[in-house]
């Protein structure tokens, strides 16, 4: 009885796609600091990003590359903004996700705000 349900469960989660496991970066910030940070997930060779923010002072730019170093991604963010999930493509491995916050030059101010992005694969 037992083998038979493990078969069923086996039978039904191949037939539905959610045999493999999903990798998942977040970069998440709020606060008053210019400064980097940066995630890493497994992807295979396609994954997808979205994310969302409110920096009133200053800029971050996004990047993300696959395994070979390829900028699969680079996208600077001020204001209130959202980036709608895109689909991206690359070299299957290690794939980094980079944020580098930076203040508004003609001001002088630090960056100020919050953003959160999100890359699955």
């Known amino acids: ?13 191949a037939l539905s796609g959610c045999t493999g496991a999903e990798a998942a970066s ?24 979205k994310g969302s923010g409110n920096i009133p002072d200053g800029a971050v730019v996004v990047t993300l590359k696959d395994s070979a170093g390829k900028q ?4 600077t963010f001020k204001g209130d903004f959202t980036l709608a999930e895109k ?3 690359g070299a299957s491995g290690t794939w980094s996700l980079h944020a580098a916050r930076q203040g508004d030059d003609l ?7 919050k953003y959160t992005f999100y890359l699955d694969c």
């Open 26 to 49: 977040t970069l998440k910030y709020n606060g008053s600091a210019n400064g980097t940070h940066s995630e890493t997930s497994r992807c295979d060779d396609q994954g997808s990003i």
């Open 1 to 13: 009885m037992i083998a038979n349900y493990v078969l069923y469960a086996g039978i039904i989660l």
């Open 72 to 75: 699969l991604l680079q996208q």
């Open 107 to 113: 001001a002088g101010d630090a960056f100020s705000g």
């Open 87 to 89: 689909t991206v493509a």
